[in-house]
């Protein structure tokens, strides 16, 4: 059996550096003051920041996988995967969705090269409705095995201006992504196995959760085969009593970040190669303050949350897959 652990983590404006000759004339001016003092030294701390947690994962074996989001470009991935690698002593690589965003903060997954391969595939959405949201981000991982792992990455409409103001574009956002995953269940066949994974800017209870994207928290409904829709399993479900979430706002908790998983993987028959084992929000000890265990972000430096020894507004999360060894 093979395991896979796989995290995702939103990195909290993972920004090139002010003025960045790579960034558009359009950025540069709209992000404005945003990015004062955001230089070479600010930069390098939160990427030796954010290397000292990834490196802890899977017991300071490092992630397999790992989905991330609010990156600015392919620079700074570049320079996170070679402190991770250097780390790590592993070999990393990445693919990155640069879109359209008006803040320029993209997803990409970084991927251990070495365990999976030859080439991914990627495929992104974009979705334009007066403004256009950060795109949907598709991924094929290929095992050792010969398996296939659909990753779609996902950063959804913040809840800037209110939530109930701003659901609108989270539903429109979840009955897209509903209507790609049915294309990939068209190409691919029923088995499919889809991991989604991202900062969905909604709880697990929410409707464009629950109603739109159909992600859900019944085992049974998700594997049945007596209905036409289909459903996916949202494995952070157990963590809404759990007195923790990935982002907390005031005093209150919030599973921003999630997992779900397609029926194939829910499903607990032989012959298909993956099956969910575990999942979890990483909360050490150093990523939290206060009683409310809040993330301890890292901030800006012109604001007054900046602390260099900070690391995201977010928690990462994990998932471990297992999957078939076909290889004995």
Known sequence: MVKHHIYWWNLENLF??????????????????ELDGWNATVLNQKITNL?????????????????VCEVENEFVIELLIASMSAALNKNYAFVISEGDDKRGIDTALIYDKDKY???????????????????????????????????????WPSRSGG???????????????????????????????ILLMGD?????????????????????????????????????????????????????????????????????????PFKLSTAEIIAYPELTSGSYQKPVKFGRPNSSTFNTKGYSDHLPIKIVLNEKDTSV
């Open 16 to 33: 090139d550096i002010e003025n960045s000759p790579r960034r558009s004339e359009f950025l540069n001016k709209h992000l404005g003051k």
């Open 51 to 67: 290397t000292l947690i990834i490196s802890k994962f899977n017991n300071n074996q490092g992630p397999d996988i790992l989905g």
């Open 117 to 155: 391969g030859p080439e991914q595939s990627t495929f992104s959405l974009r979705i334009i409705k007066r403004n256009t949201t950060r795109d949907l981000f598709q991924v094929h991982i290929n095992t050792e095995n010969g398996n296939k792992l659909v990753c779609i990455l996902n950063h």
């Open 163 to 193: 939530e109930l103001e701003s659901e609108p574009f989270r539903i429109m956002v979840a009955e897209n992504l509903s209507y790609w995953i049915e294309r990939i269940y068209e190409e691919q066949g029923k088995d499919a196995n």
């Open 200 to 272: 969905f800017n909604d709880n697990p209870y929410n409707k464009s959760i629950t109603s739109y994207l159909m992600a859900i928290n019944n085992k049974a409904l998700v594997k049945s085969n007596k209905v036409r829709l289909k459903y996916f399993y949202n494995v952070m479900h157990k963590f809404l009593d759990a007195q923790i979430g990935t982002f907390v706002f005031g005093n209150e908790y919030n599973l921003l970040d999630q997992f779900m998983i397609s029926k194939s993987i829910l499903s607990e028959k032989s012959e298909l």
